[in-house]
């Protein structure tokens, strides 16, 4: 069996910045990532998906992000470029591709099960993320609609709804970002469950994290994993609502095979949904250990899983650091659970 001191699963954004402290602090450890390269979960963002801030505010430790060779703040593939230079600059332990099936205790080790054979360790920093997890609310008649539906994990452009009629739901920023790339094109109607909240023009992503950080501070929180508050005015926002583009309608009623019905019975005839409703935390890997709760998630003492002591948790959300599901979040978290980790497994 593979053993290390410390076992990473994931191998995104949170995997790297906790490779950065532990490679510093000279400990053996090992990434397990599933996805065929660098990037993480960015390798599945659509094309045209812009950052909230600018690329030294949206950086791993060590290294700064380079700012892009365009207006504006960093794009998907500024970030995936980023991200596949800081694991070649580190030269991180990592294999992949390797699917992590299963995770027990095995005195005083933990056991990994993973497609790849076996691997175990004294301590485990589950990093998976949200983005394989996606989250479609369950409303009446969805399962007959002969349309298409798409979660946003799994859009990639505008191409495929041209001239179409597109709802496009859920009133976060992926949502407003969709909507203002399919308006020009597609026949868009955006549905939110309330009238959606727009920032001020010069506040972006540093200001969410700030308030992320508040909310940790002020106690425990309801907040859906990964939301970190209202929707940044990137430039495609900003023109969206130059020509009039980000207006919403509530929540329609259920579904048909051809559409939707509204609260007030009328019907809509839709060829295309995109499901813009968030992720869940990607924790079926821990499943064996008896951790996750009813509510999706893992009981924590900062990002130490309170059952299982052997086991930490980072990237999901604010429940286990705040804005940690974001680039600068990441780098954050990494940092003070950097030295913790360290220190337990030091003196165990």
């Known amino acids: 069996m593979d053993t290390h001191d410390i076992v990473i699963i994931g191998g995104g954004q949170m995997g790297m910045s906790l490779g950065y402290y532990l490679r510093r602090a000279g400990i053996d450890f090992l990434i397990l990532d599933a996805e065929d390269g660098p990037g993480g979960a960015w390798r599945h963002g659509w094309d045209s998906l812009r950052l909230f801030s600018p690329a030294g505010y949206s950086s791993l430790p060590g290294w700064l ?20 230079r800081y694991e070649a600059r580190y ?18 080790h933990l056991a990994i099960e ?33 349309g298409v539906q798409v979660h946003s994990a799994l859009y990639v452009g ?6 179409k009629t597109v709802l496009v739901v859920g009133g976060g920023n992926s949502g407003a970002q969709i909507v203002a790339e399919l308006a020009p094109v597609a026949q868009t109607t955006w549905v939110t469950t309330h009238e959606a909240l727009f920032l001020p023009d010069e506040v972006d992503g540093r200001v969410l994290f700030e308030r992320a950080v508040a909310r940790m501070k002020a106690g425990p929180s309801d907040t859906p994993v990964g939301g970190i508050g209202d929707i940044v005015m990137v430039a495609p ?10 207006g919403s309608t509530r929540p329609f009623e259920r579904m048909t095979a051809k559409g939707v019905v509204w609260d007030d019975g009328s019907e809509m005839a839709v060829d295309a949904i995109i499901w813009c409703t968030g992720f869940r935390a990607a924790l079926d890997h821990l499943a064996p250990l008896g951790v996750i709760e009813p509510n999706g998630r893992v009981q924590v003492d900062g990002q130490r899983s309170i059952k299982e002591s052997g086991l930490w948790l980072a990237g999901y959300g604010d429940w ?9 979040g990441a780098a954050r978290t990494a940092r003070d659970l950097s030295s913790r980790i360290l220190a337990e497994t030091r003196s165990a």
């Not at 505008?158 to 001239?163: K, Q, R, V």
């Open 65 to 84: 992000m380079p700012p892009p060779d365009h207006a504006g703040y960093p794009t998907r593939d500024d970030v995936l470029d980023y991200l596949a």
């Open 320 to 328: 286990c650091g705040p804005g940690s599901a974001t680039l600068m």
């Open 237 to 246: 926002v900003k023109e969206a609502r130059t020509r009039g583009d980000l």
């Open 91 to 108: 030269a991180f332990t990592i294999q992949r591709p390797v699917r992590v099936r299963s995770i027990e205790r095995a005195g005083d």
């Open 114 to 146: 993973t497609d790849k054979g076996q691997f175990a360790a004294r301590a485990i920093v589950s990093a998976t993320g949200t983005w394989s997890h996606p989250n479609i609310p369950e409303i009446k008649g969805r399962n007959t609609f002969k």
């Open 158 to 163: 505008p191409e495929a709804f041209l001239g």
